[in-house]
Every structure is written in structure tokens, then in C-alpha cells.
RNA sequence: GGCGAGGUAGCAAAGUGGUAAUGCACUGGUCUGCAAAACCGGUAUGCGCGGGUUCAAUUCCCGCCCUCGCCUCCA
């Protein structure tokens, strides 16, 4: 099967995702920092990154996936101070949450989730190693600094490269920063930031002295450990691509013989209602929060997956009824497959749905994908088919689902739900009135049930019963 | 100011040098007492604006306008 081709942020071309030892495709992708429920648009970037690796899975390539988890930092000190607990029972309780989010949402786990706090003598080790290379120094306080002016390509990902010459407003007021004072550069870089008093216990013994590791240190130190000094591909959001992933570039390189990640993908943000989520506009949702309206996470997984994963998605309530219905009529679709084709789906192979897979392979356009398979779906005529011709069918859909890491919901006339007595009683009433051709009472009795949360549907021999 | 991503129907969102997928919504029909469901249809002469190239541009080139992001922690 072919390979997936994929946008390089940094060749700015679209290039085949073949693993550098020809069996595994082995990438890293920054993970959560874990002080809080992730909201949707963090989960925007994971989503893109699940179905990123489930394409290139179902190409035949298998993953060696890679994600951290930030367990030290600012804000995660700050609010585990707030919350009275340890940095560790603190952090270990968000990063529980976020996997039971990622298990709703269908995110293959990576096969390995590092924590920033259990790699600190690897990250002490790499600083130790730039010091010697002449690429860091310590400051008097007895943090230490990345020497941007000692890394030539620093500034290619992100096409910064004259970045010290054009000083924001923001950057030139911090120089007044009394934080900052020991830097020989603006530009450069913590890499251990000396302790202070407001980080309480939490510190760690280094030939520096006691603090913690700088943020960006810590994705440098753990692709070392387990993806090399070369490793195939490196992914984030948009916004991490300066400086976050300009600084692991730097230091890695500097530190190693290695050219780093040899591909770099990164996913667009996810807007509300037109504008930038903030906490300040009350917009920031998790998936707790939609589910209070009743929306589940497979449907704000399909939201997220609706636009391409490099242009900027909009998310709003009403993108969520869409999905709910798009999901249904996949439901359905498939639904009408089985009856001709029962057996359990292999999902092997795209089958009819080629075009939506070859789509798919194409910088994983995702909408178009989805797009050709509605396409296929509104011309197939399950009745008509073969019994092979609906298997092979049913199977190439399912191939796709699995590709983009869709599960189906299950018909409210297939859900087995009990319908309450007084309830049956009402429909059956109803029946009875329509029987007896007294339309008034039976429309009347089925606007009550209606009222109620149930539709009535008739056919000539009977009724049944469905939760709206 | 620098860098980047976008501007396509009511909403969302693909795509192409030859006159626009798909989902939602809306709507016509079949069916039904009427509905619902299902099925069969319809709905952008138009793809931010102005030029240019071309037999032909939404698609290429130039200029402009607007939106969003990054340049400080941020998926």
C-alpha cells in the first residue's frame, strides 16, 4: 500500500511518511500539561495525531508512538500549591482524567507516555553535555541558559531567523523583567531554572544547584531516551512551533550527533464561535462540558476531525447536531449493509471506498475523505447487492472508520430501551384511536408522548416505541 | 513590524485550468388519515475585492481588503 504524504513544517512540502528503518514509523508528539482538564481544542491536536497514526497503521506501517506528559512546570506547581497536594498527586490525578478523555474520544494510547518528572538525570545529563559543547553556560543564580547565538540554524522551523532584530513589544518589556536579568541574550533560553522559594518542594539536586528543568528540555531529553538522535516525525500544535520546537531543535542538535525529527506536523487551532478560545470569554470547553448537553465524545470527535487539520476549525454547537446526524446516517448505512452482509467486519481493505482512502493518504483530508465516502454511500443500493458486494462493502467502510477512529452509534430502534408502562400504554392508546380513525385523539396522545421524549412510529401492522 | 494559516451556498467544509464533493439545515415528491422513518429529487451562473496571463480561472501571477494564530506560557 502506498504511504501517507504528509506537510513537513519545515520543508513546507508535502512528503511520504516512510520510516527511516524501513519497518516502523517511530514519532514523538508533545503532550498535555496536566493542571486541568484538556479542553477540545487540545484534544483538536491529539485527535489530528490519532488519525495520523491510524492512517499510516492502516497503510501497514506499524508506530512506535510517543507523547509526554508535563508534570513539572509553573503552572502545574502553582495549582498543586493551590489544590494543597503534591506535585505528584496532583499531576497523576489530571493525567487520569485525561485518559479516561482520550479513551472516550477512541485515541489509540501511545506505547509510551514519559513523564517529565522521571527523566530529570536524562535532562541533566543533555545539559551537561551542551555546557561542554560550549552550546549553554550557568548563570550566577545557578540556572542555566541555552546560548542561542551558539546554534546557526536556530530559527528554521519557524522561519525566525532575525527574530533578535525585530524585538516585539511584549519581548522588550520583559528585558526589564527582573527574571531575566542574567541572561546574556534575550533570546536565549532556560534550561534549569535555579529553585525558588515559591516552587516549595519541589526541586532537584543538579551540578547547578538545586531548581528544575526548563520545559522545552524536557521533549529533547526523552526523544533522546527512547526515539534516538534521528527519529522519523515530530508533532504538535501550531503554537509550539516557536519556540517550543525551535528549542528542542537546538538542543538536540547541539547536544547529539543526530538531525532530530525528519518530519514535522503540526495541527491548526480550533476557534469558538468564530474567535479564540480563552478562559476570559467562557469558551473553553471540555468534554465534561459537552457532555452535560448531552453531546457524547465520539460526536465532538467528529467535529474535530471535520476540517483539515492545517487550516483553523471553527467549533460551535451546531457543528455538533451535524455530526450527531452524520454519525447516524453512517449508522444506518451501515446498518442496511448488515442486514445483507451480517457476518462481522474484517476491515481490511477500502474496498468501494478507495477514492475516500486515496483522499485520506493525501495529507490525511480528512473532510474530503469523508466527503467520497457519503459519496459512495448515497449511490450503493444495500438491497441490491451480492452478499459479496455488501461484505466487501461493509468492510471497506469499516476500513475507513477504523481510519479515522469513528465508532458508530448505536440506532435509538436498536437500543433495547425499556420503554416505561405508562409510556406503552399512551402508544397503545394511540394505536387504538388510530385505529378507530379518531385522528384527534391519536394526534393528540402522540403530541403527549412526544412531550414526554418519545416518537411513535407506525407501519401497517403496528407501532413501536423510540426515545427521541 | 516579522512569520504563518485562512476567506467557497443559511451553517460547516472539500476540490479543480474547462463552469463547484460532502454533512447539517431548508425544501419538492413517494409513502402515511396527517406525521415520523425510509426512499427519490431540489437548493452557490457562484468560490473576499481589483487587475493580469489563458481559447478558458474559483483554481496560476500581481496588488489590495478582511479574519485568525505565532513572535511571552499556550494544542
Known amino acids: 500500500m502506498p504511504a501517507l ?81 503534591t506535585l505528584t498527586a496532583f499531576t497523576q490525578g489530571w493525567t487520569q482524567k485525561f485518559h479516561t478523555d482520550c479513551a472516550a474520544l477512541n485515541l489509540l494510547p501511545p506505547h509510551i507516555e514519559p513523564s517529565a518528572v522521571a527523566h530529570i538525570s536524562q535532562q541533566v545529563a543533555m545539559i551537561e553535555k551542551l555546557i561542554a559543547g560550549g552550546h549553554a ?40 523583567d527582573s527574571d531575566e536579568y542574567t541572561k546574556d541574550s534575550l533570546t536565549d533560553f532556560a534550561l534549569w531554572k535555579a529553585r ?10 543538579s551540578p547547578w544547584g538545586e531548581g528544575r528543568p526548563g520545559w522545552h528540555l524536557e521533549c529533547s531529553a526523552m526523544i533522546l531516551e527512547y526515539l534516538g538522535e534521528d527519529f ?3 508533532s504538535g500544535g501550531v503554537d509550539l512551533i516557536f519556540p517550543h520546537h525551535e528549542n528542542e531543535i537546538a538542543q538536540s542538535c547541539c547536544s547529539t550527533h543526530g538531525h532530530f525529527a525528519h518530519h514535522w506536523m503540526h495541527v491548526a487551532h ?18 465534561e462540558d459537552l457532555a ?11 467535529v474535530l476531525i471535520s476540517g483539515h487539520y492545517r487550516a483553523p476549525l471553527n467549533f460551535t454547537m451546531h457543528s455538533l447536531d451535524s455530526a450527531r446526524q452524520a454519525l447516524q446516517k453512517l449508522a444506518k448505512a451501515d446498518k442496511a449493509l448488515a442486514t445483507v452482509s451480517p457476518a462481522l467486519p474484517e476491515a481490511k481493505s477500502a474496498g468501494p471506498f478507495q477514492e475516500a482512502w486515496e483522499t485520506l493518504l493525501n495529507d490525511l483530508n480528512v473532510p474530503g475523505a469523508t466527503g467520497a465516502i457519503f459519496g459512495v ?54 394505536w387504538d384511536a388510530k385505529q378507530a380513525k379518531d385522528w384527534a385523539a391519536a394526534d393528540t396522545l402522540r403530541k403527549e408522548l412526544e412531550a414526554a421524549g418519545w416518537l411513535i412510529k407506525d407501519s401497517k401492522e403496528g407501532f413501536t416505541v423510540v426515545a427521541k
Not at 491529539?46 to 512546570?73: C, K, W, Y
Not at 525558588?196 to 539536586?205: A, S
Not at 476557534?271 to 480563552?278: E, I, L, Q, R, T
Open 5 to 85: 504524504k504528509l506537510h513537513d513544517t519545515l520543508t513546507r512540502t508535502d512528503r511520504e511518511t516512510t520510516p527511516l528503518d524501513g519497518k516502523t514509523l517511530r514519532f514523538y508528539c508533545c503532550g498535555p500539561t496536566v493542571y486541568g482538564p484538556a479542553h477540545i481544542g487540545n484534544f483538536r491536536t491529539f485527535v489530528a495525531q490519532d488519525v495520523m497514526r491510524r492512517v499510516v497503521e492502516a497503510s501497514g506501517t506499524p508506530t512506535l508512538h510517543v507523547r509526554n506528559i508535563t508534570d513539572v512546570d509553573d503552572k502545574t506547581i502553582r495549582d498543586s500549591q493551590k489544590a494543597g497536594q
Open 137 to 176: 553556560y550557568a548563570a550566577p543564580d545557578g540556572s542555566v541558559y541555552f546560548r542561542v547565538s551558539s546554534y546557526k540554524d536556530y530559527g528554521k522551523l519557524s522561519h525566525l531567523e532575525d527574530r533578535e532584530l525585530r524585538l516585539g513589544a511584549s519581548e522588550a518589556a520583559s528585558a526589564t
Open 196 to 205: 525558588k522559594p515559591e516552587d516549595g518542594e519541589n526541586f532537584w539536586p
Open 232 to 234: 522519523d516525525l515530530h
Open 270 to 287: 480550533l476557534m469558538v464561535d468564530g474567535g479564540k478560545m480563552s478562559k476570559s470569554i467562557g469558551n473553553l470547553y471540555t468534554l
Open 292 to 302: 452535560q448537553r448531552g453531546y457524547s465524545a465520539m460526536e465532538v470527535r467528529y
Open 377 to 430: 454511500l448515497n449511490k450503493l443500493k444495500p438491497a441490491a447487492l451480492s452478499a459479496e458486494e455488501a461484505t466487501a462493502a461493509r468492510n471497506g467502510l469499516h476500513f475507513m472508520l477504523q481510519a479515522l477512529g469513528l465508532t458508530l452509534p448505536v440506532l435509538a430502534d436498536e437500543a433495547a430501551t425499556d420503554v416505561p408502562a405508562d409510556i406503552q400504554a399512551l402508544a397503545q392508546q394511540r
